[in-house]
C-alpha cells in the first residue's frame, strides 16, 4: 500500500483547508484508512479514522465538530476537509492505513502503512 498525501499549506487563523491523499492498490474493502499529526516539539496525535467500506468515522477530540474525512472511491482518494483552523492545528499531517478495525484505532502503533507527510501551518 502506498500513500502520497497533499494539500497542506498556511492559512490564517479560522480558515479551511483539504487535505488529500492518493491512495493505492485500488483494493481498500477491509481497510482503515486515517490521519494523524504531529507538530513541532509535540507527540504525534491521532485526527480520524474511519473504515474504507463504510461506517462513523472517529475523531480526535481536538478536531471533534471541525475536522471531516470523506473518501472518493473512483479514485482511491481519502481526504480531509479542515474547518476554522486555529494555531494549535499547525503539524505535519500524515496519512495512515491498516487492514481491519481495531478499538486501538487512536494508536499510532497500529498503523501499518504511512504516507509522508504534509505541512499545515494556521497563522496571521
Known amino acids: 500500500v502506498q500513500l502520497q498525501a497533499s494539500g497542506g499549506g498556511l492559512v490564517q487563523p479560522g480558515g479551511s483547508l483539504r487535505l488529500a491523499c492518493a491512495a493505492s492498490p485500488p483494493t481498500f474493502t477491509n481497510y482503515v484508512m486515517g490521519w494523524f499529526r504531529q507538530a513541532p516539539g509535540k507527540e504525534r496525535e491521532v485526527v480520524t479514522a474511519?473504515?474504507?467500506?463504510?461506517?462513523?468515522?472517529k475523531y480526535g477530540d481536538s478536531v471533534k465538530g471541525r475536522f471531516t474525512i470523506s473518501k472518493d472511491r473512483t479514485t482511491n482518494t481519502v481526504y480531509l476537509q479542515m474547518n476554522n483552523l486555529k494555531p494549535e492545528d499547525t503539524a505535519d499531517y500524515y496519512c495512515?492505513?491498516?487492514?481491519?478495525?481495531?478499538?486501538?484505532?487512536?494508536?499510532?502503533?497500529?498503523?501499518?502503512?504511512w504516507g509522508q507527510g504534509t505541512q499545515v501551518t494556521v497563522s496571521s
Open positions: 474511519f473504515r474504507w467500506s463504510g461506517g462513523y468515522p
Open positions: 495512515v492505513a491498516r487492514h481491519g478495525w481495531t478499538t486501538a484505532w487512536d494508536s499510532e502503533n497500529m498503523y501499518r502503512y
